[in-house]
């Protein structure tokens, strides 16, 4: 269910190059939750880097709301740049996945699999 990619490249550097693949890629970036910082300022001893970008193709998500207007609890796509062990990691969970356990409707696990594909090559152009 999760797609996770290791990164030889810094936390920011990774998050930076994943903004940029959003953006070749068709998608906009809705907003960047930013974890990490949320946690620290907070008062929690949160050492770990976590940056969410919730990304969306408003072609793509048009599509999935005129299937099943629920699905819009669904939407956007989450992209994950985080540490862990001083590690770089960028992932997400399987649109495909999630779908399925939401829907049968073949037409929306269609739509499904064309984001997962272009947010996969998202991922793989920002390592």
Same mark, same amino acid.
């Not at 920011?12 to 068709?26: P, R, Y």
């Not at 072609?59 to 985080?82: E, F, H, T, W």
């Given at each position: 269910?999760?797609?996770?990619?290791?990164?030889?490249?810094?936390?920011?550097?990774?998050?930076?190059? /994943?903004? !940029?693949? +959003?953006?070749?890629?068709?998608?906009?970036?809705?907003?960047?939750?930013?974890?990490?910082?949320?946690?620290?300022?907070?008062?929690?001893?949160?050492?770990?880097? *976590?940056?969410?970008?919730? +990304? *969306?193709?408003?072609?793509?998500?048009?599509?999935?709301?005129?299937?099943?207007?629920?699905?819009?609890?669904? /939407?956007? *796509?989450?992209?994950?740049?985080?540490?862990?062990?001083?590690?770089?990691?960028?992932?997400?969970?399987?649109?495909?996945?999630?779908? !399925? /356990?939401? !829907?049968?409707? !073949?037409?929306?696990?269609? +739509?499904?699999?064309? +984001?997962?594909?272009?947010?996969?090559?998202?991922?793989?152009?920002?390592?």
């Amino acid at each position: 269910m999760f797609a996770i990619q290791a990164t030889d490249k810094t936390f920011d550097q990774a998050s930076a190059d /994943l903004e !940029s693949a +959003v953006a070749k890629h068709g998608f906009t970036v809705l907003h960047i939750h930013d974890l990490g910082a949320t946690l620290r300022s907070k008062g929690k001893d949160f050492k770990e880097e *976590c940056r969410v970008l919730e +990304v *969306c193709n408003a072609g793509k998500a048009a599509q999935v709301l005129a299937l099943d207007m629920r699905l819009n609890m669904a /939407l956007p *796509c989450r992209i994950s740049v985080y540490t862990q062990s001083g590690q770089t990691f960028i992932g997400m969970i399987r649109p495909t996945d999630m779908l !399925s /356990l939401l !829907s049968k409707d !073949s037409g929306l696990l269609a +739509v499904g699999k064309e +984001v997962e594909q272009q947010v996969e090559q998202m991922i793989q152009d920002a390592l």
